[in-house]
T-cell receptor
Framework: DGGITQSPKYLFRKEGQNVTLSCEQN?????MYWYRQDPGQGLRLIYY???????QKGDIAEGYSVSREKKESFPLTVTSAQKNPTAFYLC???????????FGSGTRLTVV | GQSLEQPSEVTAVEGAIVQINCTYQ??????LSWYQQHDGGAPTFLSY????GLEETGRFSSFLSRSDSYGYLLLQELQMKDSASYFC??????????FGQGTELSVKP
């Protein structure tokens, strides 16, 4: 079955640590996205990539970094510069046009 | 700026019809989409309106009026499993999807 796999499902980070969230898709989609969701809130765009080896900042990119070395993979690193990283992180992809986004099941990150 | 407004919560009974409204503000607009998200889960795509008018998919319908910067999602024959958050979203220039804050729908027996 085609889809998006995010791992891990739950992640705990100590203060000052960098952590990397994995996102892999086998849908052959060109565009991939990272969103952050806080409790009771909508989704805010962190970074997006429309083609391999290229990515752009979204609305809340500070304290995050990404890479897109392969079409299938779009990992997100939450750096120590992100002061409030506790949130639900969602990865999505789309073939473009009017087709909707396909989302992964998310990673819940908690700072301990 | 870019923004979407939708009610924070709506309550309805099983079997009823409910409408979730969405107004938006943006300089570049390329269509309105709706997503459903059950608690703790991934959002799933429901519908897309690129042109004015009504789109129907089973029990769900979505409407768009670009002149009014307004759309709505209509859910008919409500079922308990429809209890979820519903997000309106629009595509802006560059193909980015911008989401509203979400409407929590509670379906009561």
């Amino acid at each position: 079955d085609g889809g998006i796999t995010q791992s891990p499902k739950y992640l705990f980070r100590k203060e000052g640590q960098n952590v990397t969230l994995s996102c892999e898709q086998n849908l052959n989609h060109d565009a991939m996205y990272w969103y952050r969701q806080d409790p009771g809130q909508g989704l805010r765009l962190i970074y997006y990539s429309q083609i391999v080896n290229d990515f752009q900042k979204g609305d809340i990119a500070e304290g995050y970094s990404v890479s897109r070395e392969k079409k299938e993979s779009f990992p997100l690193t939450v750096t120590s510069a992100q002061k409030n990283p506790t949130a639900f992180y969602l990865c999505a992809s789309t073939p473009g046009g009017s087709d909707g986004y396909t989302f992964g099941s998310g990673t819940r990150l908690t700072v301990v | 700026g870019q923004s979407l407004e939708q009610p924070s919560e709506v309550t309805a009974v099983e079997g009823a019809i409910v409408q979730i409204n969405c107004t938006y503000q943006t300089s570049g607009f390329y269509g309105l989409s709706w997503y459903q998200q059950h608690d703790g889960g991934a959002p799933t795509f429901l519908s897309y309106n690129g042109l004015d008018g009504l789109e129907e998919t089973g029990r769900f319908s979505s409407f768009l009026s670009r002149s009014d910067s307004y759309g709505y999602l209509l859910l008919q024959e409500l079922q308990m499993k429809d209890s979820a958050s519903y997000f309106c979203s629009f595509y802006n220039q560059g193909g980015k999807l911008i989401f509203g804050q979400g409407t929590e729908l509670s379906v009561k027996p």
